[in-house]
């Protein structure tokens, strides 16, 4: 997958997520979680955007962690709304899925970076 259909990829779930939360009844509780729960997954295509324009390797590591750290955020926040009662898992089990994926993915890019950056500096003592 390259980075263009990542792109759209992570903008698909936030789309996703906004129709989502579009059908949750105004619940006061539920307005919490549901703001937390786009916040999140928004965000991880922006952060994802702004790795992508990193101004070193650190830069990209740095923020790819963030967008890691937001798909796995996305994961809790569906979670909390499945488990309080408010949908029930047909409703949500399509974006557990897809922030689950997102997550990997998102780890795989980090840790392949942070060893190619190991790689580098070894061969630059070298």
Not at 16 to 35: E, Y
Not at 43 to 71: H, L, M, Q
């Amino acid at each position: 997958m390259d980075k263009t259909e990542l792109k759209r990829r992570t903008q698909r779930f936030a789309i996703d997520v906004i129709k989502f939360v579009d059908t949750l009844p105004p619940k006061r509780s539920l307005n919490v979680l549901s703001h937390q729960l786009l916040r999140c997954s928004s965000s991880i295509g922006a952060n994802y955007r702004s790795a992508c324009k990193g101004k070193s390797t650190a830069d990209f590591i740095n923020k790819i962690v963030i967008v890691e750290e937001k798909a796995d955020e996305s994961i809790y926040w569906l979670e909390l709304i499945h488990e309080a009662g408010f949908v029930n898992s047909n409703d949500i089990s399509e974006l557990k899925k897809e922030a689950n994926e997102l997550t990997a993915i998102f780890t795989a890019i980090g840790k392949t970076a942070k060893a190619n950056q190991r790689i580098n500096k070894s061969e630059i003592k070298k």
